[in-house]
């Protein structure tokens, strides 16, 4: 993910460095294909990773589900 403006590369740069900096991600709900979907946010080099989360209920038991899926933690309690 990366912004289209120069207003948009700073306020985006500003939020990507300060996740970088507390090692933290982000959890966000994103319209896919007229399908909201739970995203997690990752800062990545000059960029942000958007990652597509599933539900457990979507998915099946623990068993089948895909090596891919993120589980988040808390970084603070």
Do not use: N
């Amino acid at each position: 993910m990366d912004p289209s403006d120069e207003v948009g590369h700073e306020a985006f740069s500003v939020i990507r460095d300060s996740m970088e900096a507390e090692k933290a991600a982000g959890i966000s709900r994103l319209v896919i294909g007229r399908r909201e979907r739970a995203v997690m946010l990752e800062p990545c080099g000059k960029g942000i990773v958007v990652w597509t989360l599933r539900y457990v209920t979507r998915s099946g038991s623990w068993r089948t589900i895909s090596p891919t899926l993120v589980r988040v933690t808390p970084i603070r309690s």
